[in-house]
Protein backbone atom coordinates (compact mmCIF):
# COMPACT_ATOMS: atom_id res chain seq x y z
CA UNK A 1 0.00 0.00 0.00
CA UNK A 2 1.01 3.59 -0.79
CA UNK A 3 0.64 4.93 3.43
CA UNK A 4 2.81 7.75 4.13
CA UNK A 5 5.92 7.21 6.11
CA UNK A 6 7.00 7.54 9.81
CA UNK A 7 10.30 7.62 8.97
CA UNK A 8 12.37 11.07 8.11
CA UNK A 9 15.83 12.06 7.04
CA UNK A 10 18.17 15.18 6.48
CA UNK A 11 20.17 17.34 3.46
CA UNK A 12 23.06 20.47 2.78
CA UNK A 13 23.50 23.83 2.13
CA UNK A 14 26.13 27.22 2.05
CA UNK A 15 27.09 29.97 0.07
CA UNK A 16 29.40 33.00 -0.71
CA UNK A 17 28.25 36.25 -1.95
CA UNK A 18 25.69 38.43 -0.14
CA UNK A 19 21.78 37.04 -1.44
CA UNK A 20 18.91 39.10 -2.31
CA UNK A 21 16.94 40.54 1.00
CA UNK A 22 15.35 37.92 3.48
CA UNK A 23 11.65 36.90 2.44
CA UNK A 24 9.27 36.79 4.82
CA UNK A 25 7.01 33.49 4.65
CA UNK A 26 3.05 33.58 3.34
CA UNK A 27 1.47 34.75 6.20
CA UNK A 28 -0.60 31.74 8.06
CA UNK A 29 -4.36 32.28 8.62
CA UNK A 30 -5.12 32.88 12.34
CA UNK A 31 -6.80 30.64 14.70
CA UNK A 32 -10.06 31.10 14.40
CA UNK A 33 -11.64 29.13 16.41
CA UNK A 34 -10.72 25.77 18.52
CA UNK A 35 -10.72 21.95 17.36
CA UNK A 36 -13.10 19.98 18.01
CA UNK A 37 -14.97 17.09 17.42
CA UNK A 38 -18.58 15.84 18.19
CA UNK A 39 -20.52 12.38 17.85
CA UNK A 40 -23.91 12.96 19.54
CA UNK A 41 -24.66 9.48 21.41
CA UNK A 42 -28.54 9.20 22.19
CA UNK A 43 -28.74 8.27 26.62
CA UNK A 44 -25.21 10.15 27.50
CA UNK A 45 -24.63 12.67 29.91
CA UNK A 46 -22.70 15.64 29.51
CA UNK A 47 -19.63 14.54 31.05
CA UNK A 48 -19.94 11.04 29.13
CA UNK A 49 -20.36 13.51 26.04
CA UNK A 50 -17.12 15.18 26.44
CA UNK A 51 -15.20 11.76 26.74
CA UNK A 52 -16.80 10.59 23.70
CA UNK A 53 -16.01 13.54 21.54
CA UNK A 54 -12.36 13.84 22.82
CA UNK A 55 -12.11 10.03 21.32
CA UNK A 56 -13.12 10.96 18.60
CA UNK A 57 -11.00 13.86 18.24
CA UNK A 58 -7.52 11.68 19.18
CA UNK A 59 -8.96 9.34 16.32
CA UNK A 60 -9.15 11.69 13.85
CA UNK A 61 -5.46 12.86 14.96
CA UNK A 62 -3.90 9.30 15.06
CA UNK A 63 -3.39 9.61 19.22
CA UNK A 64 -5.10 6.20 19.15
CA UNK A 65 -3.30 5.76 22.54
CA UNK A 66 -5.09 8.78 23.74
CA UNK A 67 -8.29 7.45 22.13
CA UNK A 68 -8.33 4.27 23.54
CA UNK A 69 -7.83 6.29 27.41
CA UNK A 70 -11.14 8.86 26.58
CA UNK A 71 -13.20 5.76 25.37
CA UNK A 72 -12.41 3.54 28.63
CA UNK A 73 -13.19 6.12 31.16
CA UNK A 74 -16.49 7.26 28.87
CA UNK A 75 -17.40 3.32 29.43
CA UNK A 76 -16.42 3.58 32.96
CA UNK A 77 -19.24 6.27 33.79
CA UNK A 78 -21.71 4.54 31.62
CA UNK A 79 -20.84 1.14 30.12
CA UNK A 80 -23.87 0.94 27.90
CA UNK A 81 -22.41 3.33 25.47
CA UNK A 82 -22.02 1.26 22.52
CA UNK A 83 -20.18 3.95 20.41
CA UNK A 84 -17.40 4.01 23.01
CA UNK A 85 -16.97 0.23 22.17
CA UNK A 86 -16.77 0.68 18.24
CA UNK A 87 -13.95 3.82 19.47
CA UNK A 88 -12.04 1.51 21.61
CA UNK A 89 -12.06 -0.98 18.21
CA UNK A 90 -11.34 2.09 15.85
CA UNK A 91 -8.31 3.28 18.12
CA UNK A 92 -6.07 -0.07 16.79
CA UNK A 93 -7.99 0.44 13.25
CA UNK A 94 -7.92 4.12 11.94
CA UNK A 95 -4.18 5.11 11.91
CA UNK A 96 -2.95 4.79 8.13
CA UNK A 97 0.65 4.37 9.16
CA UNK A 98 -0.04 1.34 11.44
CA UNK A 99 -3.64 0.07 11.04
CA UNK A 100 -2.89 -3.05 13.32
CA UNK A 101 -0.53 -4.89 15.42
CA UNK A 102 -1.10 -8.96 17.35
CA UNK A 103 -1.48 -6.69 20.62
CA UNK A 104 -3.81 -4.52 19.20
CA UNK A 105 -5.94 -7.10 17.55
CA UNK A 106 -6.64 -8.71 21.22
CA UNK A 107 -8.06 -5.87 22.60
CA UNK A 108 -10.14 -5.00 19.61
CA UNK A 109 -12.10 -8.39 19.39
CA UNK A 110 -12.73 -8.17 23.29
CA UNK A 111 -14.46 -4.81 23.13
CA UNK A 112 -16.16 -6.16 20.11
CA UNK A 113 -17.48 -8.47 21.99
CA UNK A 114 -17.84 -6.39 24.71
CA UNK A 115 -19.68 -4.09 22.81
CA UNK A 116 -22.14 -6.52 21.22
CA UNK A 117 -23.48 -7.43 24.95
CA UNK A 118 -24.23 -3.58 25.11
CA UNK A 119 -27.03 -3.16 22.19
CA UNK A 120 -29.96 -2.78 24.18
CA UNK A 121 -30.24 0.96 24.37
CA UNK A 122 -27.91 1.75 21.02
CA UNK A 123 -28.92 4.08 17.91
CA UNK A 124 -29.13 2.06 14.73
CA UNK A 125 -25.64 3.80 13.85
CA UNK A 126 -24.28 2.27 16.82
CA UNK A 127 -25.42 -1.10 16.38
CA UNK A 128 -24.08 -0.71 12.51
CA UNK A 129 -20.51 0.05 13.58
CA UNK A 130 -20.37 -2.28 16.25
CA UNK A 131 -21.62 -5.10 13.58
CA UNK A 132 -19.16 -3.52 11.06
CA UNK A 133 -16.01 -3.26 13.31
CA UNK A 134 -16.72 -6.78 14.70
CA UNK A 135 -16.40 -8.14 11.02
CA UNK A 136 -12.74 -6.23 10.94
CA UNK A 137 -11.83 -8.44 14.26
CA UNK A 138 -13.04 -11.96 13.31
CA UNK A 139 -10.68 -14.63 11.99
CA UNK A 140 -8.46 -14.25 8.62
CA UNK A 141 -5.99 -12.24 7.01
CA UNK A 142 -5.16 -8.61 7.68
CA UNK A 143 -6.51 -7.89 4.22
CA UNK A 144 -9.71 -10.21 4.78
CA UNK A 145 -10.66 -8.61 8.08
CA UNK A 146 -9.82 -4.57 6.72
CA UNK A 147 -12.07 -5.73 3.60
CA UNK A 148 -15.01 -7.02 5.48
CA UNK A 149 -15.07 -3.66 7.37
CA UNK A 150 -14.40 -1.05 4.50
CA UNK A 151 -17.49 -3.25 2.59
CA UNK A 152 -19.69 -3.12 5.98
CA UNK A 153 -19.18 0.97 6.39
CA UNK A 154 -19.42 1.24 2.41
CA UNK A 155 -22.76 -0.64 2.28
CA UNK A 156 -24.31 1.49 4.91
CA UNK A 157 -23.24 4.50 3.01
CA UNK A 158 -24.14 3.80 -0.23
CA UNK A 159 -28.14 4.12 1.52
CA UNK A 160 -27.23 6.87 4.67
CA UNK A 161 -25.31 10.13 3.54
CA UNK A 162 -26.54 12.19 6.82
CA UNK A 163 -23.58 11.21 9.44
CA UNK A 164 -20.59 12.90 8.58
CA UNK A 165 -18.52 11.21 10.80
CA UNK A 166 -19.69 7.31 9.56
CA UNK A 167 -18.33 9.09 6.27
CA UNK A 168 -15.28 10.05 7.23
CA UNK A 169 -14.67 6.86 9.20
CA UNK A 170 -15.74 4.83 5.96
CA UNK A 171 -13.52 6.58 4.02
CA UNK A 172 -10.58 5.71 6.24
CA UNK A 173 -11.52 2.10 6.43
CA UNK A 174 -11.48 1.84 2.62
CA UNK A 175 -8.25 3.30 2.58
CA UNK A 176 -6.95 0.48 4.98
CA UNK A 177 -8.22 -1.83 2.54
CA UNK A 178 -6.98 -0.82 -0.54
CA UNK A 179 -3.55 -1.73 -2.56
CA UNK A 180 -3.63 1.05 -5.05
CA UNK A 181 -5.15 4.28 -5.59
CA UNK A 182 -4.97 4.04 -9.95
CA UNK A 183 -5.54 0.92 -11.85
CA UNK A 184 -2.46 0.80 -13.73
CA UNK A 185 -3.24 3.06 -16.12
CA UNK A 186 -3.43 5.97 -14.34
CA UNK A 187 -7.30 6.04 -13.84
CA UNK A 188 -8.40 6.24 -10.40
CA UNK A 189 -10.12 3.54 -8.89
CA UNK A 190 -13.82 3.21 -8.31
CA UNK A 191 -12.63 2.81 -4.52
CA UNK A 192 -10.96 5.94 -4.52
CA UNK A 193 -13.71 7.52 -6.32
CA UNK A 194 -15.84 6.40 -3.35
CA UNK A 195 -13.63 8.19 -0.63
CA UNK A 196 -13.24 11.29 -2.61
CA UNK A 197 -17.07 11.25 -2.58
CA UNK A 198 -17.80 10.48 1.50
CA UNK A 199 -15.18 13.02 2.45
CA UNK A 200 -16.86 16.00 -0.07
CA UNK A 201 -20.25 14.37 1.80
CA UNK A 202 -18.80 14.47 5.10
CA UNK A 203 -17.43 18.47 4.85
CA UNK A 204 -20.54 19.67 3.07
CA UNK A 205 -22.62 18.24 5.83
CA UNK A 206 -19.64 19.41 9.01
CA UNK A 207 -17.05 21.74 7.30
CA UNK A 208 -15.12 21.35 10.19
CA UNK A 209 -14.72 17.64 10.46
CA UNK A 210 -11.01 17.26 11.44
CA UNK A 211 -10.82 13.87 10.67
CA UNK A 212 -12.42 14.18 6.41
CA UNK A 213 -8.98 17.08 6.55
CA UNK A 214 -6.87 15.04 7.71
CA UNK A 215 -7.63 12.11 5.66
CA UNK A 216 -8.22 14.11 2.40
CA UNK A 217 -5.17 15.70 2.43
CA UNK A 218 -3.50 12.09 2.31
CA UNK A 219 -5.94 11.23 -0.40
CA UNK A 220 -5.39 13.96 -2.60
CA UNK A 221 -1.26 14.26 -2.17
CA UNK A 222 -1.40 10.13 -3.44
CA UNK A 223 -3.45 11.12 -6.45
CA UNK A 224 -1.30 13.64 -7.35
CA UNK A 225 -3.86 16.82 -6.90
CA UNK A 226 -2.43 18.86 -3.83
CA UNK A 227 -3.52 21.51 -4.96
CA UNK A 228 -7.13 20.34 -4.57
CA UNK A 229 -6.66 19.99 -0.75
CA UNK A 230 -5.16 23.40 -0.28
CA UNK A 231 -8.54 24.74 1.76
CA UNK A 232 -8.42 21.15 4.03
CA UNK A 233 -4.51 22.11 4.70
CA UNK A 234 -5.78 25.54 5.60
CA UNK A 235 -8.33 24.30 7.02
CA UNK A 236 -6.13 22.78 9.56
CA UNK A 237 -3.75 25.31 9.50
CA UNK A 238 -6.44 27.87 11.17
CA UNK A 239 -7.22 25.47 14.41
CA UNK A 240 -6.00 25.80 18.00
CA UNK A 241 -5.28 22.32 19.38
CA UNK A 242 -5.37 20.58 22.98
CA UNK A 243 -1.89 18.92 23.58
CA UNK A 244 -1.85 15.31 22.20
CA UNK A 245 -3.41 16.42 19.02
CA UNK A 246 -0.12 17.02 16.79
CA UNK A 247 -0.63 15.30 13.71
CA UNK A 248 -3.53 17.95 12.95
CA UNK A 249 -1.47 20.86 12.54
CA UNK A 250 1.25 18.61 10.96
CA UNK A 251 -0.62 17.42 8.04
CA UNK A 252 -1.14 20.42 6.34
CA UNK A 253 2.70 20.44 5.71
CA UNK A 254 1.68 17.54 3.44
CA UNK A 255 0.30 20.06 0.94
CA UNK A 256 3.03 22.92 1.93
CA UNK A 257 5.25 20.60 0.92
CA UNK A 258 3.86 19.35 -2.48
CA UNK A 259 2.89 23.16 -3.23
CA UNK A 260 7.11 24.70 -2.04
CA UNK A 261 5.07 26.43 0.38
CA UNK A 262 8.42 26.07 2.77
CA UNK A 263 7.01 28.87 5.19
CA UNK A 264 4.31 27.59 6.32
CA UNK A 265 5.42 23.73 6.53
CA UNK A 266 7.89 25.16 8.93
CA UNK A 267 5.10 27.22 10.45
CA UNK A 268 2.64 24.36 10.74
CA UNK A 269 5.29 21.79 12.17
CA UNK A 270 6.80 24.02 14.39
CA UNK A 271 3.03 24.52 16.37
CA UNK A 272 3.16 20.04 16.12
CA UNK A 273 6.36 20.03 17.93
CA UNK A 274 5.18 22.48 20.51
CA UNK A 275 2.19 20.80 20.91
CA UNK A 276 4.28 17.18 21.19
CA UNK A 277 6.43 19.10 23.73
CA UNK A 278 3.24 19.81 25.67
CA UNK A 279 1.77 16.45 25.55
CA UNK A 280 5.06 15.33 26.64
CA UNK A 281 5.24 17.39 29.55
CA UNK A 282 1.68 16.21 31.11
CA UNK A 283 3.39 12.64 31.89
CA UNK A 284 3.94 9.25 29.78
CA UNK A 285 0.89 7.72 29.21
CA UNK A 286 -0.74 5.66 26.38
CA UNK A 287 -1.49 9.06 24.29
CA UNK A 288 2.32 10.30 25.61
CA UNK A 289 3.98 6.96 24.23
CA UNK A 290 1.75 6.42 21.43
CA UNK A 291 2.78 10.07 19.71
CA UNK A 292 5.99 9.98 19.87
CA UNK A 293 5.83 7.47 17.08
CA UNK A 294 5.06 10.53 15.26
CA UNK A 295 6.96 13.35 16.53
CA UNK A 296 10.18 13.16 14.78
CA UNK A 297 7.77 13.07 11.59
CA UNK A 298 7.77 16.68 12.63
CA UNK A 299 10.55 17.47 13.16
CA UNK A 300 12.01 16.26 10.08
CA UNK A 301 9.24 19.10 8.57
CA UNK A 302 10.68 21.95 10.47
CA UNK A 303 14.22 20.65 9.31
CA UNK A 304 13.48 20.36 5.81
CA UNK A 305 11.31 23.66 5.60
CA UNK A 306 14.53 25.82 7.62
CA UNK A 307 17.22 24.13 4.96
CA UNK A 308 15.27 24.55 2.19
CA UNK A 309 15.35 28.55 2.68
CA UNK A 310 18.46 28.56 4.31
CA UNK A 311 17.34 29.69 7.53
CA UNK A 312 20.10 28.00 8.74
CA UNK A 313 20.59 29.38 11.89
CA UNK A 314 17.11 28.29 13.18
CA UNK A 315 18.57 25.03 11.64
CA UNK A 316 20.91 24.84 14.39
CA UNK A 317 19.20 26.33 17.39
CA UNK A 318 15.91 23.69 16.68
CA UNK A 319 18.14 20.61 16.14
CA UNK A 320 19.54 21.05 19.45
CA UNK A 321 16.78 20.51 21.29
CA UNK A 322 16.02 17.19 19.50
CA UNK A 323 17.62 13.71 19.65
CA UNK A 324 20.76 12.75 17.97
CA UNK A 325 18.95 11.41 14.81
CA UNK A 326 17.35 14.71 13.69
CA UNK A 327 20.99 16.65 14.81
CA UNK A 328 22.81 14.56 12.56
CA UNK A 329 20.22 15.22 9.93
CA UNK A 330 20.18 18.81 10.33
CA UNK A 331 24.16 18.61 10.13
CA UNK A 332 24.67 16.81 6.57
CA UNK A 333 22.08 19.30 4.95
CA UNK A 334 24.21 22.54 6.25
CA UNK A 335 27.73 20.20 5.29
CA UNK A 336 28.56 20.53 9.06
CA UNK A 337 30.61 17.52 8.09
CA UNK A 338 32.74 17.83 11.92
CA UNK A 339 29.52 18.14 13.53
CA UNK A 340 28.40 14.73 11.52
CA UNK A 341 31.47 13.23 12.32
CA UNK A 342 31.58 13.24 16.36
CA UNK A 343 27.50 12.79 16.56
CA UNK A 344 28.82 8.99 14.75
CA UNK A 345 31.70 8.52 15.75
CA UNK A 346 30.26 5.41 18.04
CA UNK A 347 27.13 4.74 16.25
CA UNK A 348 27.06 1.53 14.29
CA UNK A 349 23.32 1.71 12.83
CA UNK A 350 22.81 2.24 8.60
CA UNK A 351 22.09 5.72 8.86
CA UNK A 352 24.55 6.73 10.97
CA UNK A 353 27.35 5.19 9.00
CA UNK A 354 25.71 6.56 5.58
CA UNK A 355 26.05 10.18 7.37
CA UNK A 356 29.40 9.67 8.34
CA UNK A 357 30.50 8.10 4.83
CA UNK A 358 29.13 11.34 3.51
CA UNK A 359 30.78 13.85 6.02
CA UNK A 360 33.91 12.49 5.41
CA UNK A 361 33.75 12.07 1.57
CA UNK A 362 33.26 15.64 1.74
CA UNK A 363 36.35 16.56 3.87
CA UNK A 364 38.03 14.51 1.71
CA UNK A 365 38.94 12.01 3.63
CA UNK A 366 38.81 8.77 1.29
CA UNK A 367 40.25 6.21 4.00
CA UNK A 368 36.79 6.92 6.56
CA UNK A 369 34.49 7.02 3.89
CA UNK A 370 35.97 4.00 2.30
CA UNK A 371 35.44 1.83 6.18
CA UNK A 372 32.30 3.90 6.50
CA UNK A 373 30.90 2.54 2.84
CA UNK A 374 32.44 -1.31 4.07
CA UNK A 375 29.93 -1.18 6.97
CA UNK A 376 26.87 0.05 4.67
CA UNK A 377 24.40 -3.13 5.18
CA UNK A 378 22.21 -1.98 2.70
CA UNK A 379 22.79 -0.62 -0.48
CA UNK A 380 19.76 -0.46 -2.42
CA UNK A 381 17.47 2.29 -3.80
CA UNK A 382 19.44 5.81 -3.00
CA UNK A 383 22.15 4.04 -1.51
CA UNK A 384 23.02 1.84 -4.76
CA UNK A 385 25.21 4.57 -6.15
CA UNK A 386 25.53 7.10 -3.80
CA UNK A 387 28.30 5.39 -1.55
CA UNK A 388 30.23 5.03 -4.69
CA UNK A 389 29.64 8.47 -5.46
CA UNK A 390 31.04 9.53 -1.94
CA UNK A 391 34.16 7.85 -2.86
CA UNK A 392 34.92 9.22 -5.63
CA UNK A 393 33.96 12.56 -4.19
CA UNK A 394 37.04 12.10 -1.80
CA UNK A 395 39.24 10.95 -4.61
CA UNK A 396 38.91 14.13 -7.19
CA UNK A 397 37.36 11.49 -9.42
CA UNK A 398 34.14 13.71 -11.16
CA UNK A 399 33.44 10.94 -13.86
CA UNK A 400 33.19 8.22 -11.32
CA UNK A 401 30.89 10.76 -8.88
CA UNK A 402 28.31 11.10 -11.89
CA UNK A 403 28.48 7.16 -12.76
CA UNK A 404 27.69 7.01 -8.79
CA UNK A 405 24.65 9.25 -8.64
CA UNK A 406 23.40 8.17 -11.82
CA UNK A 407 22.90 5.00 -10.50
CA UNK A 408 21.34 6.15 -7.62
CA UNK A 409 19.00 8.61 -8.98
CA UNK A 410 17.82 5.86 -11.54
CA UNK A 411 16.69 3.89 -8.54
CA UNK A 412 14.88 7.24 -6.85
CA UNK A 413 13.75 9.55 -9.91
CA UNK A 414 10.85 7.57 -10.03
CA UNK A 415 9.51 6.66 -6.65
CA UNK A 416 7.34 8.41 -4.20
CA UNK A 417 8.10 11.69 -3.38
CA UNK A 418 8.24 10.89 0.29
CA UNK A 419 7.69 12.36 3.70
CA UNK A 420 8.56 15.59 3.36
CA UNK A 421 11.12 14.66 0.60
CA UNK A 422 12.83 12.05 0.17
CA UNK A 423 16.79 11.71 1.57
CA UNK A 424 16.13 15.21 2.23
CA UNK A 425 19.54 15.68 3.88
CA UNK A 426 21.20 14.60 1.06
CA UNK A 427 18.82 14.84 -1.93
CA UNK A 428 20.15 12.40 -4.52
CA UNK A 429 18.75 14.35 -7.50
CA UNK A 430 19.95 17.88 -6.12
CA UNK A 431 23.29 15.99 -5.95
CA UNK A 432 23.11 14.85 -9.13
CA UNK A 433 22.65 17.90 -10.59
CA UNK A 434 26.13 18.86 -8.56
CA UNK A 435 27.61 16.49 -9.63
CA UNK A 436 27.29 16.79 -13.69
CA UNK A 437 27.81 20.50 -13.59
CA UNK A 438 31.71 19.62 -11.73
CA UNK A 439 31.97 17.40 -14.37
CA UNK A 440 31.35 20.28 -17.17
CA UNK A 441 27.85 18.87 -18.23
CA UNK A 442 25.91 21.54 -17.78
CA UNK A 443 23.25 20.33 -20.59
CA UNK A 444 22.76 17.21 -18.59
CA UNK A 445 22.66 18.89 -15.18
CA UNK A 446 20.07 21.49 -16.61
CA UNK A 447 17.74 17.98 -17.57
CA UNK A 448 18.06 16.80 -13.99
CA UNK A 449 17.65 20.25 -12.41
CA UNK A 450 14.37 21.25 -14.19
CA UNK A 451 12.94 17.59 -13.47
CA UNK A 452 13.35 17.98 -9.69
CA UNK A 453 11.82 21.14 -9.86
CA UNK A 454 8.98 19.84 -11.07
CA UNK A 455 8.84 17.28 -7.80
CA UNK A 456 9.73 19.71 -5.67
CA UNK A 457 8.54 23.15 -7.09
CA UNK A 458 10.10 26.76 -5.40
CA UNK A 459 13.16 24.98 -3.95
CA UNK A 460 16.05 27.55 -4.22
CA UNK A 461 18.40 25.17 -4.40
CA UNK A 462 17.12 23.51 -7.73
CA UNK A 463 16.60 27.11 -8.43
CA UNK A 464 20.35 27.99 -8.30
CA UNK A 465 21.23 24.53 -9.22
CA UNK A 466 18.95 25.22 -13.10
CA UNK A 467 20.17 29.36 -13.16
CA UNK A 468 24.34 27.72 -13.14
CA UNK A 469 23.00 24.71 -15.97
CA UNK A 470 22.03 27.40 -18.32
CA UNK A 471 24.59 30.12 -17.31
CA UNK A 472 27.50 27.69 -17.81
CA UNK A 473 25.90 27.00 -21.89
CA UNK A 474 25.27 30.46 -22.17
CA UNK A 475 21.26 30.12 -21.79
CA UNK A 476 18.72 32.92 -20.52
CA UNK A 477 19.12 32.01 -17.18
CA UNK A 478 17.14 35.11 -15.09
CA UNK A 479 13.64 33.52 -14.39
CA UNK A 480 15.28 30.52 -12.33
CA UNK A 481 17.92 32.79 -11.13
CA UNK A 482 15.06 35.34 -10.02
CA UNK A 483 13.31 32.23 -8.37
CA UNK A 484 16.21 31.09 -6.17
CA UNK A 485 16.30 35.22 -5.34
CA UNK A 486 12.84 35.44 -4.59
CA UNK A 487 12.76 32.15 -2.34
CA UNK A 488 16.60 32.07 -0.94
CA UNK A 489 16.75 33.22 2.54
CA UNK A 490 20.22 32.62 3.49
CA UNK A 491 22.66 34.72 4.44
CA UNK A 492 24.91 34.08 1.44
CA UNK A 493 24.29 33.03 -1.85
CA UNK A 494 24.66 28.86 -2.12
CA UNK A 495 27.54 27.94 -3.92
CA UNK A 496 27.97 24.27 -6.21
CA UNK A 497 29.76 22.81 -2.89
CA UNK A 498 26.68 23.74 -0.71
CA UNK A 499 24.35 21.25 -3.34
CA UNK A 500 23.22 17.70 -2.35
Known sequence: MRHPLLAVLGCALLGVAPAAPAQTAPPQPPVVQDARAHWAVQGADDATQRLIDRGVMMLYAFDVGEARVAFGEALARNPNVALAYWGECEADTIDINGPRTAEGDKRGEAAAAEGRKHLAGASEIERMLIDAVSKRYARGTKK????????????????????????????????NAEDALFDGHDAVTPKANEMISDLDAALALEPTNLGAHHLRIHLMEELHRAHDAVSDADALASYGYPPGTSHLPHVSGHIWARLGEYGRLVDDNERAVANDQAWFAQGDGPGQQYMRLYHDHDVDFVLY????????????????????????????????????????????????????????ARQGDAETARAALNKLGDRTGGRAGLGDAMIALAAHDAAGRVAGYARAYDATKNAALGDPKSSWQTPIGEGYGAALLAAAKPAEAETVFAAELKRYPNDPHLEWGLAEALKAQAKDDAAPRAAYRAHWEGSRDLTLADLG
Request: no cysteine; glycine share 6%; aromatic share 6%.
Open 144 to 175: ERFVRYADALSAWTKTHRDDPNVLTVAAFAIW
Open 305 to 360: GLTTLGRNDQTRAFAQHEDATMQIKAALRLHDDARVLQLTKNDGGGSAVLARLIAA
